[in-house]
């Protein structure tokens, strides 16, 4: 599948794609393929990623395979701003759902601009709820494409990402050791999230819990 539709964009229009999808789903991955094939076309492009997620290296954008480009981490969308060259013709930005509600706004500037963005991120949290700002850019968007991971349980396409590492805050950065891919037929929300006492949704999934 190709992101940029030939016939859909014009020449000097500038552009938004929403890659989101849960953890593991494939949403650095298709980023990095998305930027290697612009910079292959000779285009100047740039990656951004929270400095927050630092899982695995400081200055690449790098997927569960360890396919890796070059990026710049930032604190917030202010310093992203700040480090925006201005000849920059294409801009990826990845793990989007940490850098907050003033993405929305940089992203369609850069649109008017006439660069295109390319956005990837967590369409929805442990609990299941829309993650803002990825919503927010999957309606501003021009293009979005939802990943799927596979269910862990029943091996159908996996939307939801449950969490199986303790802890209640909505940003606990972290890999296959706190995270799985579940379907939202096996997905559980946490117990906090639907009022359900911990220890019914405890029972309910007779897999160990480290
Ligand atoms: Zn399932």
């Known amino acids: 599948m190709s992101p940029a539709h030939p016939r859909l964009r014009s020449l000097h229009a500038g552009w938004i794609e929403v890659i989101a999808g849960g953890m593991f789903s494939g949403k650095s991955e ?9 910079a292959i076309a ?3 492009v740039q ?20 396919r890796r480009v070059a990026s710049t981490p ?12 201005p000849d920059t013709q294409v801009v990826g930005i990845d793990e989007a759902q940490f ?10 500037e850069l649109a ?12 929805m949290d442990y609990c299941g709820e829309p993650f803002e700002p990825i919503p927010q850019l999957m309606a501003v968007a021009e293009e979005v ?3 799927h991971a596979v269910c862990l349980v029943c091996g159908a396409p996996a939307s939801h990402s449950q969490r199986i590492a303790a802890g209640s805050g909505r940003v606990l950065v972290g890999a296959a050791e706190a995270y799985e891919p579940r379907c939202r037929d096996c997905f559980e929300p946490p ?10 949704a405890a029972d309910a999934d007779p897999r160990p819990r480290s």
């Open 191 to 200: 117990a906090a999230a639907v009022g359900a006492p911990a220890a019914a």
């Open 30 to 38: 298709e980023l990095i393929r998305r930027l290697r094939r612009a």
């Open 99 to 108: 850098l907050g509600p003033e993405l929305v706004p940089l992203c369609v």
């Open 74 to 85: 930032v604190a917030d969308v202010a310093a992203l701003r700040r480090a925006l060259a």
């Open 145 to 147: 494409t939802k990943t």
């Open 112 to 123: 008017r601009r006439g660069k295109r963005v390319i956005v990837a991120g967590l369409d």
């Open 47 to 66: 990656a951004f990623k929270p400095s927050l997620d630092d899982r695995y290296d400081a200055a690449a954008i790098v997927s569960h395979d360890e």
């Open 42 to 44: 000779r285009q100047s």
